[in-house]
């Protein structure tokens, strides 16, 4: 266990993660490690190479030397150039090589992280290309948030459902009730003086609301606001779905409840996912 126990949740998240991604893909056969995800552009193969990419890049391994191909349509600008180079480079990897990768990636991550001595205010450099430094607690959460996501984006193409209400999901939860504010507020410019409730229901439920103030800054806390301007109702592996961008609002609009102005309604879905 590291010595900073503020570090603890989001790498206990991290493990129980990527360890249930070891076992969905240990057993698979050499054609479903091409079966498509939600991810545009990337197979089951792809998802796995990304999340193996960055973990060498947190245990400080140079990054592949790689020309990309041309035809990739899914790669449209730096950021989606810089996270493809680790998938490429590994797409004609075979099954055995992928998993015997991902299994010595994951030692290895393991036990830098349970020698962990560095400070969660510790400023370390963010591994997605930016060339910006984050504070190591941001970086593990981070991290653990998006091997959380991934596993479910593989278990959603392996046809694998679990792990919905686990340490993962639980941090998810967090990190996404952390960026609604920013949705209404900012990105779909929600008036000042107005109330959106979330209610989610299924493995992970919660009612929140957000409250847009008088200077046009948002918050959200989980009072119950009556008559609000915007309700949304949904289950939880919808709410992450849409959060993280894998479904666009209209390709699941018989899922979502929705009461209120149906014109900032709109804006909220066209502006609900958080995530690259």
Same mark, same amino acid.
């Given at each position: 266990?590291?010595?900073?126990?503020?570090?603890?949740?989001?790498?206990?998240?991290?493990?129980? $993660?990527?360890?249930?991604?070891?076992?969905?893909?240990?057993?698979? &056969?050499?054609?479903?490690?091409?079966?498509?995800?939600?991810?545009?552009?990337w197979s089951v193969r792809d998802v796995v190479s990304?999340?193996?990419?960055?973990?060498?890049? %947190?245990?400080?391994?140079?990054?592949?030397?790689?020309?990309?191909?041309?035809?990739?349509?899914?790669?449209?600008?730096?950021?989606?150039?810089?996270?493809?180079?680790?998938?490429? !480079?590994?797409?004609?990897?075979?099954?055995?090589?992928?998993? $015997?990768?991902?299994?010595?990636?994951?030692?290895?991550?393991?036990?830098?992280l349970r020698n962990e001595m560095r400070s969660p205010?510790?400023? !370390?450099?963010?591994?997605?290309? $930016?060339?910006?430094?984050?504070?190591?607690? +941001? %970086?593990?959460?981070?991290?653990?948030?998006?091997?959380?996501?991934?596993?479910? #984006?593989?278990? +959603?193409?392996?046809?694998? @459902?679990?792990?919905?209400?686990?340490?993962? /999901?639980?941090? /998810? +939860?967090?990190?996404?009730?952390?960026?609604?504010?920013?949705?209404?507020?900012?990105?779909?410019? &929600?008036?000042?003086?107005?109330?959106?409730?979330? #209610?989610?229901?299924?493995?992970?439920?919660?009612?929140?609301?957000?409250?847009?103030?008088?200077?046009?800054?948002?918050?959200? #806390?989980?009072?119950?606001?009556?008559? @609000?301007?915007?309700?949304?109702? %949904?289950?939880?592996?919808?709410?992450? +779905?849409?959060?993280?961008?894998? !479904?666009?609002?209209?390709?699941?609009?018989?899922?979502?409840?929705?009461?209120?102005?149906? !014109?900032?309604?709109?804006?909220?879905?066209r502006e609900f996912a958080v995530t690259p």
């Amino acid at each position: 266990m590291t010595v900073h126990p503020s570090l603890q949740p989001a790498i206990d998240a991290w493990t129980h $993660s990527i360890e249930a991604i070891g076992d969905l893909v240990k057993p698979l &056969a050499e054609n479903d490690w091409n079966l498509r995800t939600d991810c545009p552009g990337w197979s089951v193969r792809d998802v796995v190479s990304h999340i193996i990419g960055v973990e060498c890049e %947190m245990l400080g391994e140079p990054r592949p030397i790689h020309t990309l191909p041309r035809d990739l349509y899914h790669v449209t600008d730096e950021f989606s150039r810089y996270i493809e180079v680790q998938v490429d !480079v590994r797409r004609c990897h075979t099954a055995l090589e992928m998993t $015997s990768e991902l299994e010595y990636t994951v030692i290895r991550r393991s036990r830098q992280l349970r020698n962990e001595m560095r400070s969660p205010n510790a400023l !370390v450099r963010w591994p997605l290309g $930016s060339g910006n430094e984050a504070s190591l607690e +941001r %970086m593990l959460t981070t991290r653990a948030f998006d091997v959380w996501v991934h596993e479910q #984006d593989l278990r +959603r193409a392996l046809g694998v @459902p679990g792990n919905l209400d686990s340490p993962g /999901a639980l941090l /998810a +939860r967090d990190f996404l009730l952390r960026a609604l504010p920013k949705v209404v507020a900012e990105r779909a410019e &929600a008036k000042p003086g107005s109330t959106v409730a979330f #209610d989610v229901h299924g493995a992970v439920e919660f009612l929140q609301t957000v409250r847009v103030g008088s200077q046009g800054r948002a918050t959200i #806390d989980s009072s119950i606001a009556l008559g @609000p301007t915007v309700g949304f109702a %949904m289950d939880w592996e919808l709410f992450v +779905r849409l959060a993280c961008g894998r !479904v666009r609002a209209e390709a699941v609009a018989d899922r979502i409840k929705v009461e209120g102005d149906p !014109v900032l309604a709109a804006a909220i879905l066209r502006e609900f996912a958080v995530t690259p």
